[in-house]
């Protein structure tokens, strides 16, 4: 299996990279770096528990009922459960951010 780091991973490679939640926090920090970004104009929403690190990297961070324990205690913000609805209004309170202005 190649690594996460690789150039062009294939869709198997790059979605078990994405189930390990170091790997996640890692592929938001590799695209953050690559866009020129600040770790503080990016908004993570949680969907799992493996996604708790990337909450505690994000500027804003938002979770969903069901995301675990620690992704709730680490969000800034938290909604219903996926099923209820949370996705929908978590990306909606997305959009609402202020967005920065263009250089």
Same mark, same amino acid.
């Given at each position: 299996?190649?690594g %996460? =780091?690789?150039?062009l991973?294939?869709?198997?490679? *790059?979605?078990a %990279? +994405? +189930?390990?939640p170091? *790997?996640?926090?890692n592929?938001l920090?590799?695209?953050?770096a690559a %866009? =020129?970004? =600040?770790?503080?104009?990016?908004?993570v929403?949680?969907?799992?528990p493996a996604d708790?690190?990337m $909450?505690l990297?994000a500027? @804003?961070?938002?979770a +969903?009922?069901?995301? =675990?324990?620690?992704? $709730?205690?680490? &969000?800034?913000? @938290?909604?219903? &459960?996926?099923?209820?609805g949370?996705?929908?209004q978590?990306v909606?309170?997305?959009? @609402? $951010?202020?967005l920065?202005?263009?250089?």
């Open positions: 299996m190649r %996460c =780091g690789s150039d991973p294939s869709r198997a490679d *790059a979605d %990279c +994405l +189930l390990r170091a *790997a996640r926090a592929v920090a590799e695209l953050v %866009c =020129g970004w =600040g770790f503080d104009s990016v908004a929403i949680a969907t799992s708790r690190d $909450l990297a500027g @804003t961070a938002f +969903l009922k069901g995301a =675990g324990y620690d992704a $709730l205690a680490a &969000a800034d913000r @938290t909604f219903p &459960a996926r099923e209820a949370g996705f929908t978590a909606d309170a997305v959009c @609402t $951010l202020a920065p202005a263009n250089p």
